[in-house]
């Protein structure tokens, strides 16, 4: 485990002080999980494109032979034999 310094409000601090009093725990317990909690909700928010196409191709729409014929499907050529 590292050391790390931050600044806190005054409001925080007190928050933090009655929060840790009423659970019995220490304010470093509170932080860490706050932190895990937010880096789990924030992560969640950002978007990546490429899981837009997981399952795309459980709807089983389209060609059946998209995989010996893909070039056809790409660029509307033949394949060639």
Known sequence: MKRFQIYLEDSQVKKLETLSE???????DIIREGI?????????????????LIGICD????????????DKYLYGKKSRK
């Open 22 to 28: 009423r659970l019995s725990v220490s304010k470093a």
């Open 36 to 52: 895990d909690l937010v880096v789990i909700q924030k992560s969640a928010e950002i978007k990546d494109p490429l899981l837009n």
């Open 59 to 70: 709807k089983r729409e389209g060609p059946k032979d998209s995989a010996l014929r893909h």
